[in-house]
């Protein structure tokens, strides 16, 4: 947590105690006001709010169809529970930063507005088990949220992907130009990164989908609640399956973390490599000013800060992760007050990555690239030996020594201040009699690029069959 929430956290809880006094139990004495305050997670718990309550309001109606709770005792909780839900879609709630917890706060203000039949709201259920609803629900529906933002960003993807089919620039291993490319496929790479962090969420969402009410502290409830409803009302795909496992489990949490750190790093990658186009060394881009800044100093600058911000940002994510994993590792089950501090980090990994996503997408859709400059780059540095290798190969020469026989042609060229293209049909004659003037046009950018043909090839009739593809299957359309 920040200093500036830590200190919020203080100067909001130093004047009260209520949620400290509501459950005083077996203690004798009220809590020591330092140790409410440092026992607190009313702070991380605001995204839990709506959940809550939504929670609540379906424990309560299975409550009643059990008959539990009488039906007068249901009408009058459930109201109360509609009014806060009310409030809290119109802004008139008064988040009350004195509660212990989410959990607390919403009793007590129930119990405020509708008297002591509001602490019957906790019948047959423990914060334990809320508490992991609540996580549940908030994290599914942040799941589905990340999949629709990296589904815009695959559609942009596409997009910019259609438009340069035929802009060729070098292809890169260790950051040296290897072999010729489009911007197309170059662009597709990344969706087939993007399309598999959609498939993790997917499958993450799939495991965090059972509801854990109904285990109570550890070992269920004595009273017969219908576990089962609450799961359909909840769209669950069932109710969890061991009361221990219920309530201290934080797999999917974790789970959801991992994901999300693997999508982060994906825009990392992404991030730095629009840097370096963005450079003045390279020049392949360049961003729409909107998306830049300036420098205080030098009025030449146009900085690349988002991308920048969106690479730094992974950082965090990977170290909340981290936490989250450090956090459960020695825990015994089932419920430990340690697992509190698993929300934070997962609520911050959350807003980082969706922020990234939704800057990251119309920043791309906007850039500028430079097909000149991407098209002379991969004239240069010999991008076409390997398919002057293959030519001798496909002769009959063992690729080995074709290998050998086209470097020495390189480093002639590299001496002589030549390229490939315009090295004399003669010194190719006097490396090997099987080259023929046929050579200049197997090693012209274009048919490198072109005669690549085959399935995940960049030439650009398969980039743009893998986009029809990917537009049909993602996004129902097939041109």
């Given at each position: 947590m920040s200093k500036s929430n830590k200190s919020n956290k203080s100067s909001k809880t130093n004047n009260s105690n209520k949620s400290a006094k509501t459950l005083t139990g077996r203690m004798a004495a009220e809590i020591n006001?330092?140790?409410?305050?440092?026992?607190?997670?009313?702070?991380?718990?605001?995204?839990?709010?709506?959940?809550?309550?939504?929670?609540?309001?379906?424990?309560?109606?299975?409550?009643?169809?059990?008959?539990?709770?009488?039906?007068?005792?249901?009408?009058q909780i459930l109201n109360g529970l509609g009014g806060i839900l009310?409030?809290?879609?119109?802004?008139?709630?008064?988040?009350?930063?004195?509660?212990?917890?989410?959990?607390?706060?919403?009793?007590?203000?129930?119990?405020?507005?509708?008297?002591?039949?509001?602490?019957?709201?906790?019948?047959?259920?423990?914060?334990?088990?809320?508490?992991?609803?609540?996580?549940?629900?908030?994290?599914?529906?942040?799941?589905?949220?990340?999949?629709?933002?990296?589904?815009?960003?695959?559609?942009?993807?596409?997009?910019?992907?259609?438009?340069?089919?035929?802009?060729?620039?070098?292809?890169?291993?260790?950051?040296?130009?290897?072999?010729?490319?489009?911007?197309?496929?170059?662009?597709?790479?990344?969706?087939?990164?993007?399309?598999?962090?959609?498939?993790?969420?997917?499958?993450?969402?799939?495991?965090?989908?059972?509801?854990?009410?109904?285990?109570?502290?550890?070992?269920?409830?004595?009273?017969?609640?219908?576990?089962?409803?609450?799961?359909k009302q909840l769209d669950f795909a069932a109710p969890t399956?061991?009361?221990?496992?219920?309530?201290?489990?934080?797999?999917?949490?974790?789970?959801?973390?991992?994901?999300?750190?693997?999508?982060?790093?994906?825009?990392?990658?992404?991030?730095?490599?629009?840097?370096?186009?963005?450079?003045?060394?390279?020049?392949?881009?360049e961003m729409h000013d909107s998306f830049a800044t300036s420098s205080s100093i030098m009025p030449q600058k146009k900085n690349p800060d988002v991308a920048e911000l969106v690479r730094g940002k992974?950082?965090?994510?990977?170290?909340?992760?981290?936490?989250?994993?450090?956090?459960?590792?020695?825990?015994?089950?089932?419920?430990?007050?340690?697992?509190?501090?698993?929300?934070?980090?997962?609520?911050?990994?959350l807003g980082e990555v969706q922020e990234s996503l939704d800057i990251f997408t119309p920043m791309l859709q906007t850039m500028k690239f430079n097909k000149e400059n991407m098209r002379k780059a991969a004239a240069q540095g010999f991008l076409n030996a390997t398919d002057c290798a293959d030519y001798l190969t496909k002769k009959g020469m063992a690729f080995r020594t074709a290998y050998r026989l086209v470097g020495e042609l390189v480093n002639f060229c590299i001496k002589n201040r030549c390229t490939l293209d315009e090295l004399p049909i003669e010194e190719y004659r006097a490396k090997s009699p099987l080259f023929e003037r046929d050579i200049y046009e197997v090693i012209s950018i274009e048919n490198c690029v072109k005669n690549r043909g085959i399935i995940g090839g960049p030439a650009a009739k398969m980039v743009k069959n893998t986009i029809r593809l990917v537009k049909s299957e993602k996004f129902g359309k097939g041109k």
């Open positions: 006001e330092d140790v409410h305050n440092f026992n607190q997670s009313i702070i991380e718990d605001r995204y839990l709010l709506e959940v809550d309550i939504m929670g609540s309001i379906t424990h309560v109606i299975m409550l009643s169809e059990q008959e539990i709770l009488t039906e007068e005792e249901a009408e009310e409030d809290l879609s119109t802004g008139k709630l008064e988040y009350d930063y004195e509660a212990e917890d989410v959990h607390m706060m919403v009793e007590n203000l129930l119990i405020e507005r509708i008297g002591d039949v509001g602490g019957k709201l906790h019948t047959a259920r423990s914060r334990n088990d809320q508490v992991a609803l609540d996580l549940r629900l908030y994290a599914r529906s942040e799941i589905i949220d990340t999949m629709n933002s990296l589904l815009d960003l695959q559609r942009v993807i596409l997009e910019v992907a259609e438009k340069h089919t035929e802009t060729i620039m070098p292809g890169y291993t260790h950051l040296q130009r290897a072999q010729p490319i489009t911007l197309a496929h170059h662009l597709m790479a990344y969706l087939e990164m993007f399309s598999r962090d959609e498939s993790r969420l997917h499958d993450c969402f799939l495991r965090t989908n059972f509801s854990p009410l109904g285990a109570g502290a550890l070992a269920g409830t004595t009273f017969p609640i219908d576990r089962k409803m609450v799961a399956r061991n009361s221990l496992d219920s309530v201290s489990d934080r797999d999917f949490c974790i789970e959801l973390g991992s994901c999300l750190a693997i999508v982060a790093m994906h825009l990392s990658r992404f991030a730095e490599e629009l840097i370096l186009w963005c450079s003045w060394e390279f020049q392949f881009a992974t950082g965090k994510v990977y170290g909340n992760l981290m936490a989250m994993l450090t956090i459960m590792k020695g825990l015994p089950l089932a419920y430990n007050k340690d697992m509190q501090e698993i929300k934070q980090p997962l609520f911050d990994s």
